[in-house]
């Protein structure tokens, strides 16, 4: 299966696996299911990182280079990704995660999340 994590996922998985659920831990460390990562997410610990945020305060470029020596596929943010978020409903306003879901949807894969608004959203997500 095709994984991707939403940000406080792979935040969690790189330097606080502690948080992860035991569900999430299995998927992750699961070598049958392919692993992505979004350039949504790396954007936006860049941009909440420089607003001084307490819990965005790794390193975007290290952050990508780990996930990518482990494995983790890089998916970039296309156009498509972009127009599906005006089919969304208004469940969440955070537009990161608004991005996440569209990219999930338009791409096929499960996003995995903690957050219970983002699981609202019709889809292949599945909250862990």
Not at 22 to 48: G, Q, V
Not at 66 to 76: A, R, V
């Amino acid at each position: 299966m095709k994984v991707i994590l939403d940000t406080h996922l792979l935040l969690w998985a790189a330097g606080d696996p502690d948080r992860l659920s035991a569900e999430a831990r299995l998927l992750i460390e699961d070598r049958s299911n392919d692993l992505l990562f979004s350039a949504a997410s790396l954007w936006e610990i860049t941009i909440k990182r420089g607003l001084g945020r307490d819990d965005f305060q790794v390193d975007p470029r290290l952050l990508r280079r780990g996930l990518l020596d482990n494995g983790f596929e890089e998916l970039p943010i296309r156009g498509e990704h972009a127009v599906a978020i005006e089919g969304l409903p208004p469940l969440h306003k955070d537009p990161f995660d608004r991005l996440l879901v569209a990219q999930a949807q338009v791409e096929g894969i499960t996003l995995l999340t903690a957050d219970p608004l983002v699981a609202r959203y019709p889809g292949p997500i599945r909250k862990v």
